[in-house]
């Protein structure tokens, strides 16, 4: 099995994860299955408040039960960090602290780009109505790649 780590915690086969989008704004939410590795967008959290957030974030575990967090870790695209990106890390730290689950930070650059591409595909072109969908999309897409970068398992026959 491999090492864990903050970027790459070990896990087991079957359960769900939860992946975050953080901003100051808003935290955009998705949740995904190991077994079927598949993501979905979830929800967008506007609460102002941190303490309203994470009270909204504890309700989302207690529903979903996930055996995982993921956090987008935001880069400039040479890979350089900025100011967001020891934001997202501390939110990372108080995920693991709060909620005592493994926490994983993934590669977020141009999520939030790549959300607004898909959405606009789907026939979202209003912005207003994109808007509050951008969030939860872009964790899904990060909830994605980490989904597609965990080793897979050799089948079972």
């Known amino acids: 099995m491999p090492e864990a780590s903050p970027t790459h915690p070990t ?8 992946g975050f989008d953080f901003g100051l704004a808003r935290i955009g939410v998705a949740v995904g299955e190991l077994e079927t590795r598949m993501a979905n ?3 967008t959290l506007s609460e102002e408040s941190n303490e309203a957030r994470f009270a ?15 956090v987008g870790i935001p880069a400039h695209l040479d890979g350089e960090e900025h100011e967001l990106t020891r ?3 501390r939110f990372a730290n108080q995920l693991r ?20 591409t898909e959405l606009r595909s789907l ?7 994109r808007k509050p969908l951008l969030d939860a999309t872009a964790a ?3 909830l994605q790649n980490h989904l597609d970068g965990l080793p897979h398992e050799p089948t079972r026959c």
């Open 97 to 116: 602290g709060r909620f005592g689950l493994p926490v994983a930070e993934c590669d977020e650059r141009l999520s939030s780009a790549e959300a607004d």
């Open 123 to 129: 026939g979202q072109r209003n912005w207003r109505k």
């Open 11 to 18: 896990v087991p086969q079957r359960g769900a994860l939860l």
């Open 56 to 70: 909204a974030i504890a309700r989302l575990i207690d529903e979903w039960q996930p055996i995982m967090l993921v």
């Open 140 to 142: 899904r897409i990060i």
């Open 87 to 89: 934001r997202c890390r």
């Open 41 to 43: 967008p979830l929800t």
